[in-house]
């Protein structure tokens, strides 16, 4: 099923970033390229902490992430975000690149530890870099896509409980208008949160990403106070501009049973599903818990951070929802013989982030995998789209994007100091051939960031996983376009896929 794309141009350093759907005639013969829809944004992903370094610079003071990253054990090789990609100073050039490759969105997250230090003073000098940051975005003709919080909560806010304390949601809120105060004029899409799924569970229930918590009614509470956030903030900023595109990310499965005949299994899947997609999605869409999930977890003290009025702020109506995907997964009710219970990446002791994860055994399926060892399940991302079409977004008139998607492997330069990644071109070429099955099967689906542009800091796989299109020397801090990163350049002067149409490529 897998397509290796024959056709590999290279990028024209010219390539203006379009939306318009005009294939460039250059690059592919028209008989085999597959157009994207008019329109459709084809970008790149990174966040704050993973690529800015600079940790202590103008003002920054320590986020969880510094202070989690400094626990022995807790990331691979102790690595920090210290200094990173060092996009700090260089985003100049950074940006150039983005030029360069042709992409027509850069998302970007902005750090809430360097624009309110302490939780609450509005540090000037933070809010500067971004300012820069976006005039060189927008000097260059890149649409910036802006993220408010990408899991870099300001230390002195976790002394105080983090996201399981209610105040949090105020100091986020005002974060948010302060950031506005000064973007606000020049970007035009603003998203909340991305992944709450991974700041509420994989923080504080699985214990595996910062603050480090293994508790499943502290990962509840943090998941309910993030969506508040993301509500109160979704409401102040269209009090303040109607005209902008607001919304989320999420990061959702297709959660499958081994066994579509054994209810257990069907069960597990089920599960699944609700602590990992429907717990965010159903209060978003629909402003309510899914009654299943609240079955699950009772006892763990939901009911109790949950106040009137608190899923009317969370169900404010949004215009864009960012999907990002990465791999569905198998479930059953049994443990698999070769499979680890829980997916520890350091000696740390860690448990599952599923807050009631009992019964619920994820098993390995014959697909190729990255280096993360996670599964490459393209057709997995045409089902969620269409999914979350018919059931959430759709009814709510809500644009689609993948926000993110992408593939860690451990590449590494020739003699040339070149980068011959083709599994990652081929992951690339393959899940945006699957977003187009899913537009062809009427998904209105708007846009792709690939995750992420630049080698970066993998949280806590810390600097052993590289994502990037663009190869980042650590040493030297020196950048080189991949293979894949060029493949991605003649998609997007393209505007089209390589390959044909979908029955070229069809098993
Ligand atoms: C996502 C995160 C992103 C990156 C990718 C690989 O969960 O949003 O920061 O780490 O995974």
């Known amino acids: 099923m897998t397509t290796t794309p024959t056709t590999e141009a290279t990028p024209t350093t010219e390539a ?10 250059a690059v592919a013969p028209a008989a085999s390229l597959r157009p994207f ?4 944004v084809l970008g790149a992903a990174t966040a704050a902490y993973q690529i800015e370094g600079a940790a202590h610079e103008d003002g920054r003071r320590d986020s969880i992430w510094d202070t989690f990253s400094r626990e022995p054990g807790a990331v691979l090789g102790g690595d920090t975000g210290d200094v990173a990609c060092d996009h700090y100073h260089r985003y100049r050039d950074d940006v150039a690149l983005m030029a360069r490759l042709g992409l027509d969105s850069y ?3 902005v750090s809430m530890a360097r624009v309110v230090p302490d939780g609450h003073t509005v540090n000037a000098k933070g809010l500067d870099f971004y300012e820069r940051l976006v005039d060189e975005l927008l000097g260059a003709g890149v649409s910036p896509w802006l993220t408010l919080y990408h899991w870099d909560l300001p230390q002195a806010l976790e002394d105080r409980g983090g996201w399981t304390a209610r105040e949090t949601v105020d100091r986020f809120t005002d974060y948010a208008l302060a950031v506005h105060d000064r973007l606000g004029d020049r970007v035009r899409t603003w998203t909340t949160l991305n992944e709450p799924f991974c700041s509420a569970f994989l923080g504080y229930t699985a ?4 603050p480090g918590h293994t508790d499943p009614a502290a990962g509840l509470a943090a998941a309910h106070h993030l ?5 109160q903030v979704v409401r102040a900023l269209r009090d303040r501009d109607d005209s902008l595109s607001l919304g989320l990310t999420l990061n959702l499965t297709v959660a499958d049973p081994v066994d579509p005949t ?5 069960d597990a899947a089920r599960r699944v599903d609700a602590q990992m997609n429907r717990v965010f999605l159903d209060p978003i869409f629909r402003g309510a818990y899914p009654s299943d999930l609240l079955e699950d977890v009772r006892g763990l003290g939901l009911e109790r951070v949950v106040r009137d009025g608190d899923l009317a702020v969370i169900s404010t109506p949004i215009d864009v929802l960012g999907v990002n995907y990465y791999q569905g997964e198998a479930l059953s009710h049994r443990p698999h013989p070769d499979a680890p219970v829980t997916e520890a990446v350091t000696a740390r002791p860690v448990r599952s982030p599923f807050p009631a994860a009992d019964g619920v055994f994820r098993h390995p399926r014959p697909l190729a995998t990255t280096a993360m060892g996670w599964e490459v399940q393209p057709e997995g991302l045409t089902r969620l789209l269409e999914r979350v079409h018919a059931e959430y977004a759709a009814p709510a008139g809500t644009e689609l994007y993948v926000t993110e998607n992408g593939a860690a492997f451990a590449d590494e330069p020739d003699g040339d100091g070149l980068v011959h990644d083709a599994a990652r071109t081929a992951f690339l070429h393959d899940h945006l051939g699957a977003i187009l099955d899913a537009v062809d099967a009427g998904v209105p689906v708007r846009g792709y960031f690939y995750w992420s542009l630049l080698d970066n800091y993998e949280w806590a796989w810390g600097y052993s996983q590289r994502f990037g299109i ?3 020397d650590y040493d030297s801090q020196e950048r080189t376009i991949k293979d894949s990163g060029h493949a991605y350049a003649a998609i997007i002067a393209a505007r089209g896929l390589p ?5 070229a490529d069809g098993p």
Request: net charge positive; no cysteine.
């Open 262 to 266: 054994d209810p257990r299994d069907v």
């Open 37 to 40: 829809p008019a329109g459709f």
């Open 499 to 503: 390959g044909g149409s979908p029955a």
């Open 16 to 25: 203006t970033p379009t939306t318009s759907a005009t294939p460039a005639p």
């Open 207 to 210: 214990g595996v990403h910062a």
């Open 227 to 231: 969506m508040l956030g993301h509500g």
């Open 107 to 109: 998302r970007f997250s």
């Open 470 to 472: 663009v190869r980042v």
